[in-house]
């Protein structure tokens, strides 16, 4: 593309469309620091006048709401940490080393990504059931990990393949055995790729929500985003609240976002455009 | 090299391997973890679901008991429900509608973020929030803008002289798929710029300059050079939007849990019910695998195309 004429004029543009765009954002945060009394008010006020933290407390208050996040928090890093102990050897062994049957393995690895979540649940809810792992973080670490492996090993294995193999084969020359290399040669190489692997983890695991409704019965191990749902049901209309709660899920969110940004995206469109 | 040379002597500890060989065996080790979890996690229960859909099982047998096979029973219950054709006709709606609108919008962001100006890549990131939100959280927020009496939405409208257009979005059954579809848009839009954009990028400038040199118009050089070029990566897109818009879920159930009525109960809705409602473990799980069919056609025509990617001796990045 040409650099335009006016640059400036192309950035205006842009910034009223993204803040269009993100209107939604908007009115959830505004939403969240309105007076409950000024949210449902026949015109809604745009900006909220006086800003208040009352729907906060209100929600904190709600019965389960810390021990959700706390729960979200688990699993989501229960998930980042099975995912990379299971998806690192298996994206390396994919990547670089000549094996029978990867071809298969990549091809399944694919294949595993295109099932609806609801066909997983179905039957995970009487096998974990029988197996004693329902209504267990274990039980829902495992199904959520079944969404972010295969993805992550098909955002990994381009990032290691462009890890020339002369420097892998000098350490291996000068000594280094193959877990020596693996630590000190290649792992290090990989950074980016597996920092974008486990920003991208975190963000499925903390917004799952199917395996959640379906997988945990009771508040012990229910993750956030069902008691959001579970909220709407119980208290309808108090929207300052809902939006409170929304908007403390939201924020991990963009935090993570935030930090690992650049890996991210460039892990995304590594992994879905380039296979 | 080395066991070339030494002497062919057998020793029951010491065994040459050569370095090949052994990288081989730490490669088969390094895939066992994690290829054992997903044949038992994600395999399996697959297959546990073709069992469960050819048996008849309640939630009586949830523990394990006597199922009773009865061949194809399941699939003809499902085939024979009108509720089920019912879903797959609005999956058809939702997802047709979804995408050409996702795919729309976010083309014309990609036209326009394609280009270098101040503040660019921060804006475009900021745009990708609405994207990565988790879908409970943005159900539930379009589930607030769309409220009939002080829905953000609303207010817009009669902000601007539209007030006779305001209205009960989602508790009116023959505008909640429409409120459904705009939630699921805007969650859709930036994934479709963001992967339109990188094939943006693989356009060779020297084309648009040789054209307007040539005075090629702006719409004549879009409709001739970026077009054409930005076909397959257009298709690669549809396909990826088509497998992910089929199987939401989430921002469907929190908006209106397939309602009202049963106006927006898409297919995985559809499945959920049946296996998760009614505990008709047997039929659901013949409905889960008829759901099945369009995400692995999607997927079949996918690889198909990576691998002629593959294959293409330059490599083209998308």
């Known amino acids: 593309m040409r650099p335009p004429r006016h640059p400036w004029r192309l950035t205006a543009v842009a910034t009223v469309i993204t803040a269009a765009f993100l209107l939604p954002v908007y009115w959830m945060v505004k939403t969240s620091l309105t007076r409950p009394d000024r949210i449902q008010t026949p015109t809604p006020q745009w900006v909220p006048t006086p800003v208040t933290g009352e729907n906060y407390s209100t929600a904190l208050g709600y019965e389960g709401l810390t021990r959700a996040l706390l729960n979200s928090l688990v699993i989501s890093c229960g998930v980042v940490a099975l995912t990379l102990v299971l998806g690192v050897p298996l994206a390396y062994a994919l990547a670089r080393i000549r094996l029978r049957g990867s071809g298969a393995m990549v091809l399944a690895l694919l294949v595993a990504q295109l099932p609806p979540a609801i066909v997983l649940a179905a039957p995970l809810f009487i096998l974990e059931r029988r197996a004693g792992l329902s209504d267990t973080y274990l039980g829902l670490i495992a199904a959520d990990t079944t969404l972010t492996l295969p993805f992550t090993v098909i955002v990994l294995r381009p990032v290691l393949r462009s890890v020339p193999p002369e420097l892998e084969e000098a350490a291996l020359v000068d000594g280094c055995g193959l877990p020596g290399v693996l630590l000190r040669v290649v792992l290090p190489l990989m950074v980016p790729g597996v920092v974008a692997a486990a920003g991208l983890s975190f963000l499925i695991g903390w917004g799952e929500f199917l395996f959640g409704l379906t997988l945990a019965e009771g508040p012990d191990v229910q993750p956030v985003t069902v008691l959001l749902n579970a909220f709407i049901g119980q208290h309808g209309t108090s929207w300052g609240a809902l939006m409170a709660t929304a908007t403390l899920i939201s924020i991990p969110v963009v935090c993570v976002f935030a930090v690992f940004q650049r890996f991210i995206v460039g892990g995304l469109t590594a992994g879905s455009v380039r296979g | ?318």
């Open chain 2, 1 to 318: 090299m080395r066991q070339r040379l030494a002497p062919r002597r057998r020793s029951p500890r010491i065994r040459f391997l050569s370095p090949s060989v052994r990288r081989r065996r730490a490669g088969y080790l390094f895939c066992l973890p994690g290829m054992t979890f997903l044949a038992l996690f994600l395999a399996y229960p697959l297959f546990y679901n073709v069992w469960t859909s050819v048996h008849d099982v309640e939630l009586g047998q949830l523990l394990g008991g006597a199922e009773r096979f009865n061949g194809l029973e399941n699939y003809r219950a499902v085939l024979d429900d009108p509720a089920f054709w019912h879903s797959v006709r609005l999956s058809l709606i939702f997802t047709l509608g979804s995408l050409l609108l996702q795919f729309a919008i976010g083309f014309a962001l990609a036209l326009l973020f394609a280009r270098p100006f101040p503040l660019g890549g921060l804006l475009r990131s900021l745009l990708m929030v609405a994207w990565l939100l988790p879908p409970v959280v943005s159900g539930t927020l379009f589930r607030w803008l769309l409220d009939a009496e002080s829905g953000a939405y609303n207010a817009l409208l009669t902000g601007v002289g539209l007030g006779a257009l305001s209205h009960d979005w989602l508790t009116d059954p023959s505008t909640s798929m429409a409120g459904v579809i705009f939630a699921n848009v805007w969650v859709g839009v930036p994934f479709n710029m963001l992967l339109l954009l990188v094939g943006l990028h693989t356009i060779d400038p020297e084309l648009h300059e040789a054209a307007a040199v040539d005075g090629a118009s702006a719409w004549q050089r879009f409709r001739h050079i970026t077009l054409p070029l930005m076909r397959p990566v257009s298709v690669t897109v549809l396909l990826l939007g088509l497998v992910y818009t089929f199987k939401v879920f989430d921002i469907i159930f929190v908006m209106t849990g397939g309602g009202p009525v049963d106006a927006t109960r898409v297919l995985p809705l559809y499945v959920y019910e049946v296996f998760f409602t009614f505990f008709r473990f047997g039929q659901g799980a013949a409905a889960g695998l008829l759901l099945l069919v369009v995400p692995l056609l999607a997927g079949v025509f996918y690889v198909r195309r990576l691998r002629r990617e593959d294959e293409a001796p330059a490599g083209g990045a998308v």
